[in-house]
Nanobody, 120 residues
Framework: QVQLVESGGGLVQAGGSLRLSCAASGIIFSINDMAWYRQGPGKQRDLVASITSGGYTNYADSVKGRFTISRDNAKNTVYLQMNSLKPEDTAAYYC??????????????WGQGTQVTVSS
C-alpha cells in the first residue's frame, strides 16, 4: 500500500507562483511514475504533468513553459513548480503514483487533492 500526502496549494494572484509537493510512503518499488492532475469545477480530471523514475517528463500543452515537474527519488517526492499562473489554472490538483509490482502488473494511488486558486 502507498500513501500520498500533498501540500503547497493556496490562493495566488495571476502571474504569481506556487510549488506543490507530494510525498509517497509505504511499499515503494523502483519502477514508478508520478504525476499531477487537476480538476476544475464541473470538469473532468486532466493530466498536468508526469515524470518517470528515470526522469522523463510530459506536460499538457496548456502548461508547457510555465510549469515544471521534478522529483527526488530518495524522498519519493514529486514537485510541481507553477509560474505565471492564470485564472484558468484554478482547480483541485491531485497527485498520482503508479508503480510496477513484483509480478509485472501496475497499481496506482491518488492523493487527497490540494486546491489552487488564481485570482485575476
Amino acid at each position: 500500500q502507498v500513501q500520498l500526502v500533498e501540500s503547497g496549494g493556496g490562493l495566488v494572484q495571476a502571474g504569481g507562483s506556487l510549488r506543490l509537493s507530494c510525498a509517497a510512503s509505504g511499499i515503494i518499488f523502483s519502477i514508478n511514475d508520478m504525476a499531477w492532475y487537476r480538476q476544475g469545477p464541473g470538469k473532468q480530471r486532466d493530466l498536468v504533468a508526469s515524470i518517470t523514475s528515470g526522469g522523463y517528463t510530459n506536460y499538457a500543452d496548456s502548461v508547457k513553459g510555465r510549469f515544471t515537474i521534478s522529483r527526488d527519488n530518495a524522498k519519493n517526492t514529486v514537485y510541481l513548480q507553477m509560474n505565471s499562473l492564470k485564472p484558468e489554472d484554478t482547480a483541485a490538483y491531485y497527485c498520482k503514483f503508479r508503480q510496477r509490482m513484483i509480478f509485472g502488473d501496475y497499481r496506482e494511488y491518488w492523493g487527497q487533492g490540494t486546491q489552487v486558486t488564481v485570482s485575476s
